[in-house]
């Protein structure tokens, strides 16, 4: 197991009346690519430039392979850092801009020749180095910005948005691109963003962090299949939430009622009958079929057509609304409003929301479908 790189304990950071840091504690391993992820406002950023030396704490440490760098200007604490703005400097060449961090190290220049051609190969940009930054569009001008936070050979990368102002599909095609980097260099990458597609396609860990406090934290598949909380299964992807009274139980499942529907759920730990859960229910979970083959009936509501991938909303009377993802190529059924068909799922579709246990008649605040 990779050891600890960065460790930060006990973060505060307030802005007036506002939390922006609640007491964040975090362990970062060596070689890791960690994603801090959260709707905007959640602290993610605030989090980033305090390990950067950007943002003084209010109370808390942070600690860099066991070293307390609390204190530690930036420019001591020797991070690579790519911005969303990419923040290259507009009157010097390509060359100039990535070498420019081993001027100021005080390498000799042909140390930096030699090493800023290994940078700019890195990132695909070899036959760039005497293009002025105007002269580079959107996606070229942050592997720049990428290759010149990479030249001094960091242990640790802070990247703050760096896709964010690139279209759909350069940024897809860059979340590649920086993986492959980071698999390449073995680099501590701390990546920040809002974009759940970014933090599931790249990440080893990601972190979902809302008002200052982290909410959840593990692999992208286990936050996706294993949600603790409405909060983390909404934001982390679309899912249907359905509350339950517990009606029977064994020692691997439960059986869930919603009015005079029943339908079992698998589960590691113990229900007790009579207790009430929400549980969650991803669209891609839901089979659809011609009326009278699945155990439940419902009306289609709406369809989108999405190319790969259909989209539809059906309507049942105690469910309400549930939203169903299908592979367009798989499905036998000619989908139109009002068409009535049948649904249903596995045992281990749906997954208790531990955070989100109900008393009798109660639902969790500001839970949407």
């Known amino acids: 197991m990779a050891e600890t790189i960065i460790s930060i304990r006990s973060a505060v950071k307030t802005y007036g009346s506002v939390v922006a840091l609640g007491g964040v504690s975090l362990d970062i391993a060596e070689g ?92 695909q940009m070899r036959d760039f180095g005497a293009r002025m930054p105007a002269q580079l569009s959107g996606g070229q001008q942050q592997r720049i910005a990428l290759a010149r936070a990479l030249s001094f050979e960091p242990s640790v990368l ?24 980071h698999d390449k260099l073995g680099v501590t990458f701390i990546y920040v963003t809002h ?55 064994t020692e ?23 207790s009430r859960y929400r549980v969650a229910l991803r669209p891609e979970r839901v089979r659809v079929r011609p009326a009278g083959e699945e155990a439940f009936s419902g009306t289609v509501l709406k369809t989108s057509y999405l190319g790969g991938t259909l989209q539809l909303i059906l309507n049942h009377e105690g469910f309400g609304e549930l939203h169903v993802s299908m592979p367009t190529a798989s499905s036998s059924l000619s989908f139109s409003k009002n068409l009535g068909v049948s649904f249903g799922w596995d045992s281990d579709a749906c997954v208790f929301l531990e955070d989100d246990e109900l008393r009798p008649g109660t639902s969790p605040e500001g839970a949407t479908q």
Not at 164 to 180: F, G, P, T, V, Y
Not at 197 to 218: F, K, N, P, T, W
Not at 256 to 261: L, M, N, Q, T, Y
Request: charged share 25%; glycine share 8%; net charge negative.
């Open 252 to 274: 691997n499942d439960a059986t869930c009622a919603i009015g005079d529907e029943r339908f079992t759920v698998a589960t590691v730990k113990p229900r007790t009958v009579g």
């Open 195 to 249: 974009d759940q597609d970014e933090a599931l396609s790249m990440s080893d860990r990601v972190v979902i962090l809302r008002d200052g406090e982290i909410q959840q934290q593990g692999p992208p598949a286990s936050l996706y299949n294993h949600p603790c909380s409405t909060f983390v299964a909404d934001f982390l992807g679309k899912s249907n939430f359905l509350d339950v009274d517990i009606v029977e139980t």
């Open 158 to 181: 802070l990247l703050d948005e760096p896709l964010s102002a690139l279209d759909k599909k350069l940024r897809a095609d860059l979340q590649w691109e920086l993986k492959d980097l």
């Open 32 to 123: 890791e690519f960690l994603t801090l992820l959260g709707p905007s406002g959640s602290g993610k950023t605030t989090l980033l430039m305090a390990l950067a030396g950007f943002t003084d704490l209010d109370e808390g440490v942070v600690q860099l392979a066991g070293r307390d760098i609390t204190s530690d200007l930036p420019e001591a604490r020797g991070f690579g850092m790519v911005f969303q703005g990419y923040a290259l400097f507009p009157t010097m060449n390509v060359a100039a801009n990535v070498g420019f961090p081993l001027m100021v190290r005080g390498w000799p220049k042909d140390r930096i020749r030699a090493r800023v051609e290994e940078c700019l190969d890195l990132v």
